[in-house]
């Protein structure tokens, strides 16, 4: 469950000979960046994940919104970045992308229980061999020290993780958060904590209460995710408003115990010198696509996310409107370091110039994503009822292309006009469709090939495991 412990004396020694190697090569060190923040080896990094946070239920992206009072405060204080995006639509490949700098199909986590490799190189790596103390905090076992997510962590801490529909993580999140703050105060740390609580099964929390304006049905229903999807035909919009608000009690349930642990930092005096990153790995379905929870499409509401940087007296509070990825944190922390990531090439781009107050040189970002989740066989080879989804998009501004490699369909929406994404443009603007879909297509030739498309999922899955990813409503 924790990982071996790492020697102080081990680090020391790492920053001993780091700022020997930099002053060997020309000696920058103490001299301050050009840009005026500061340099990554001078300050902590706490790095706040939040399942299934999707952008349109969070207060500083959608104004009227009191779900989230700690986050908004972060936002307000940082840089929030009010178009960020997941490159997938479920834990696993979007936190490996998120902590590699790499997509889903590069670091080869892409279909459930993937192993993240120990080729890839991961931010906890990287921190570490800078001489930080890493510290892992997770809720969910599907970014468990066994699927390889414990890369470069001194501790990797898996206490919290809870099978949702009988228990809530937040507070074992906070408890086991707050005692690595407290142990590592002294050190230079990079702590990565991920909260669990919004994911499905939705759960009641009285103290946070959302849902007693309604008396329906529904309130009676079985809340299981598995059980809820064999009903979608039933479920009338008052329905599901219930169950989105009851998710969103989820939401200010985990906001409640996100502003504890910066509370924390405040009171062991880490504030100024800890730089705050909070994002999600994907959003949540509700019946937007006829369809609960995520996986299984590359909409917004489940691909687009909050993401705050937040450093108080060094980054100015901006809001940037700019469309940036979870690709980009990796490359981000170590455009900030002394010692710079040169032989490596990224899939994101650092996000400094637009920290540091300055606009980015260019427009009209290309940002991708993608999820390949097969149909399953069951031991005797058979196919398990439903099929795979296989899906590639592209977006450039406003517009979205998505296509349905399996199936080799395409449509085309526009987010602006139709921020739902429900009026498929594919037929009436070809002049915009047709580049998106040459760059989509180059873009999937290295990668489709590995996706398994067509093929069905073949898991050699404990019975355990199973029944957990059953519960969660991965599989069926
Ligand atoms: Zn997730």
Redesign the pocket.
């Known amino acids: 469950m924790v990982t071996v412990m790492k020697l102080p004396l081990f680090r020391a020694a790492a920053m001993t000979l780091l700022c020997a190697l930099i002053l060997t090569g020309g000696g920058c060190s103490r001299s301050p960046r050009e840009d005026g923040l500061p340099w990554l080896e001078d300050m902590n990094v706490l790095l706040i994940v939040v ?2 946070m999707g952008a349109g239920h969070v207060g500083c992206l959608e104004p009227g919104l009191d779900t989230t009072p700690n986050i908004d405060r972060l936002a307000a204080d940082g840089a929030l970045f009010t178009h960020a995006y997941s490159t997938a639509p ?3 490949p ?2 490996s992308a998120l902590m590699t700098g790499l997509t889903p199909s590069h670091t080869g986590v892409l279909h459930l229980y993937d192993h993240l490799g120990a080729d890839n190189v991961t931010l906890a790596e990287r921190l570490s061999r800078r001489g930080f103390a890493t510290a892992g905090v997770v809720s ?1 076992f ?1 970014i468990a020290a066994r699927l390889g997510f414990d890369q470069g962590f001194d501790s990797y801490d898996e206490s919290a993780v809870v099978n949702h529909h009988r228990g809530i993580s937040s507070p074992k999140v906070y408890q086991a958060a707050a005692a690595d703050l407290q142990r590592l105060k002294d050190d230079r740390f990079f702590m990565f904590v991920h909260f ?1 609580d919004p ?1 499905a099964h939705y759960l009641h929390h009285p103290e946070f209460d959302r849902t007693s304006w309604y008396h329906g049905p529904v309130r009676d229903w079985d809340h299981k995710i598995t059980e809820l999807r064999k009903r979608l035909d039933e479920l009338d919009p008052d329905g599901t408003r219930y169950l989105r608000d009851l998710y969103r009690e989820e939401i200010a349930f985990t906001d409640h115990y996100i502003g504890m642990l910066l509370a924390k930092l405040d009171e062991l005096g880490l504030r100024d010198n800890t730089l705050v990153i909070l994002t ?3 959003g949540e379905e509700f019946m937007e696509h006829h369809w609960i929870g ?1 996986t299984r499409n590359l909409y917004d509401t489940l691909v687009h996310v909050p993401l705050v940087v937040s450093l108080p007296g060094r980054i100015d509070p901006a809001v940037i409107d700019d469309p940036v990825s979870l690709l980009d944190i990796a490359p981000t922390l170590m455009d900030l370091s002394r010692d710079p990531v040169e032989d490596f090439s990224w899939d994101g781009i650092s996000l400094i110039p637009r920290l540091a107050g300055r606009r980015p040189g260019r427009t009209g970002r290309l940002l991708y994503h993608e999820v390949a989740f097969p149909a399953r066989k069951d031991d005797a080879g058979t196919p398990v009822a439903g099929r795979g989804t296989f899906l590639a998009a592209v977006s450039r501004d406003q517009w979205k292309l998505i296509h349905d490699v399996e199936h080799d369909t395409w449509s085309l929406f526009d987010r602006v006009t139709d921020p739902g994404e429900h009026r498929d443009l594919l037929a009436e603007q070809p002049a915009v469709a047709s580049p998106l879909r040459r760059d989509l297509l180059e873009w999937e030739k290295d990668k489709v090939p590995g996706w398994g498309v067509g093929g069905a999922q073949k898991r050699t899955l404990d019975p355990e495991l199973e029944k957990r990813l059953k519960s969660l409503g991965y599989i069926r």
């Open positions: 399942d299934t479920w834990t696993q979007s936190i969910h599907l669990f994911h999600a790995d994907h995520h």
